[in-house]
């Protein structure tokens, strides 16, 4: 009997296990990551999504620049076209309130695909304690008419993480998951799931150098 109850004991000890490694290894597979690019300070990674034809990617680099000019950089919406890959159009569509606004973009496919475009959601937000900024970025597709000519994008989720570091210096990191819609085989929107970050990164640092945006302030960011 006693026998039996050790044994029956460690089976349940197992499965207890068993069930505790399930989601370490369910992490694990979300977190597959494969590096693409490592140049100049910026590292641009994708990974399979399942269900998906289309890969997501994130980029990590650093800056030499403030919280605050990093998110003057991102609301400043007329500047998207100076810095963001295959950008043609940007235009805020309404302001919610200094942390959070609405704006329309429009990118650039290359032929014979039509240019994609949609309306999107900023919001940002900081942890009082870390000073780590979060930005979130979604499409909200109804909110404006679509365009003759342009495919809306059914889905687009991305989001930046600015975490400041001791030396002055900013860590970021953005990921980006995005169907751009339409008839486009999606090896080709694959082809540029390295180029356009790492383009974008690279004019970011390049703006950011100029110190425009130096003397920016927020009420709800902290340097």
């Not at 499409?139 to 679509?146: A, G, Q, S, Y």
Request: charged share 25%; net charge positive.
């Amino acid at each position: 009997m006693a026998n039996f109850f050790v044994f029956k004991t460690g089976i349940h000890l197992l499965a207890f296990a068993f069930l505790l490694l399930l989601p370490v290894s369910f992490v694990q597979a979300q977190n597959n990551w494969e590096l693409k690019k490592d140049e100049n300070g910026i590292k641009v990674y994708t990974k399979d999504i399942p269900g998906s034809d289309f890969k997501e990617i994130k980029t990590t680099t650093s800056f030499n620049a403030t919280l605050s000019s990093l998110v003057a950089l991102l609301t400043d919406i007329s500047s998207h076209k100076k810095w963001i890959y295959r950008c043609k159009e940007s235009k805020l569509i309404r302001k919610v309130s200094n942390s959070e606004l609405y704006y329309y973009m429009e990118t650039m496919v290359p032929w014979p695909a039509s240019n994609r475009d949609g309306v999107l959601r900023f919001k940002f937000t900081q942890d009082s304690t870390t000073k780590v900024v979060t930005v979130s970025s979604v499409n909200v597709p109804d909110i404006m008419p679509e365009l003759s000519g342009v495919v809306r994008v059914p889905k687009f989720r991305a989001s930046w993480t600015f975490t400041p570091k001791s030396d002055g210096k900013v860590e970021a990191e953005y990921q980006l998951n995005v169907d751009p819609g339409g008839s486009v085989p999606a090896w080709i929107i694959n082809m540029f799931a390295v180029e356009g970050p790492y383009e974008s990164l690279t004019n970011m640092k390049k703006i950011l150098a100029e110190n425009k945006y130096e003397s920016a302030k927020f009420d709800f960011i902290k340097n």
